[in-house]
Each structure stands twice: as C-alpha cells, then as structure tokens.
C-alpha cells in the first residue's frame, strides 16, 4: 500500500471518529443529563485530535500539487502534525492533573500515551530531517498511534457514559 493510500484511510477513519463521538454526545444529551467536565474536556480533544489528523494526513497531497521535495511535502505534514499532537497531548496531561479526571484504564491510557508521545516526537524530528529523514512510513504511524489515542478517550467516554 502507498503511503499515499494509507493517509486518505487514516483521514476516514478520523473522520468516523469525530461523528461518533458527536453521535454520543447527541444521546447523551438527549438523556436529559448534563455533561460533566471530564466529558466534555473528552469530545473536545477528540474532535480537535481528529481534525488535526485529517488535516496533516491530506497536507502531503496538497503539497505534492506544486512541489516535489521530500522536505516539502512529507517534512512540512510531518513537523505540523508532530507539534500539533504533542501540544494537545501536553494539554491533556496538564488539565485532567489539573482537574482530577480519572483515568478509565491507566495501564492502557499510560502505554498508549507514552508510545503516542514517542512516536510523535520520532515524527517531529523526521519532519525536519534529524531521525529517519522525511520517512512517510514513520508519518503513517504517527497518526495512527493518534487514532489508538482517539479511539482509547472515545472508549473511555463510553465507560464514563454508561456508568452514570
């Protein structure tokens, strides 16, 4: 499969991501209950993670429409997304400490967030051609451990739904 291909799957997969966690939010509201913050703080970054996935996965082929240097086209998505992510992970980190949200499956939750942070950083540093030069097969990766990140909070709002 060309990377080329992966990235315009990832992009749907993140795409589905984002209308399911708006289709649970929607039932849940129906339900008459409010949302708590730790909920809402969950939706948020999912659909923000999710867009930003989408957005770095289809950069190369917009790039690759008037330039042809690796370092434009997988550099410019690579170092976009890397810092993007590890933003929003720094964030995530900083406000459920902040707020004592509780973590719905710590074992997981830390593995997934220790090897999403490793790898985007991999990716961060290919982006501007330290480790593994603008390597798309490291880029596809990346955002694919961002949607096992996606899909962990999303399964964690889930439990956090159906306990209440």
């Known amino acids: 499969m060309a990377p080329e291909d992966a990235l315009a799957s990832i992009a749907e997969v993140a795409i589905g991501l984002a209308g399911f966690s708006g289709l649970v939010a929607a039932f849940d509201q129906r339900s008459g209950r409010s949302w708590r913050s730790d909920q809402k703080a969950r939706i948020v970054f999912l659909v923000a993670l999710s867009f930003g996935v989408i957005t770095t996965s289809l950069?190369?082929?917009?790039?690759?429409?008037?330039?042809?240097s690796?370092?434009?086209?997988?550099g410019i998505p690579m170092i976009?997304?890397?810092?993007?992510?590890?933003t929003s992970l720094l964030v995530w980190i900083v406000l459920s400490r902040r707020h004592g949200y509780e973590?719905?499956?710590?074992?997981?939750?830390?593995?997934?967030?220790?090897?999403?942070?490793?790898?985007?950083?991999?990716?961060?540093?290919?982006?501007?051609?330290?480790?593994?030069?603008?390597?798309?097969?490291?880029?596809?990766?990346?955002?694919?451990?961002?949607?096992?990140?996606?899909?962990?909070?999303f399964l964690a709002m889930l439990h956090i739904t159906w306990r209440d």
Request: with cysteine.
């Open 103 to 153: 973590l719905q499956f710590p074992r997981t939750s830390i593995s997934i967030l220790s090897i999403s942070a490793s790898l985007q950083l991999a990716v961060l540093l290919s982006g501007f051609g330290i480790v593994m030069p603008y390597s798309p097969a490291l880029f596809v990766l990346g955002l694919l451990s961002i949607l096992v990140f996606c899909a962990n909070m």
């Open 80 to 86: 976009t997304c890397g810092l993007l992510t590890l």
């Open 70 to 74: 690796a370092s434009l086209v997988w």
């Open 59 to 68: 950069l190369p082929l917009a790039i690759s429409g008037w330039s042809k």
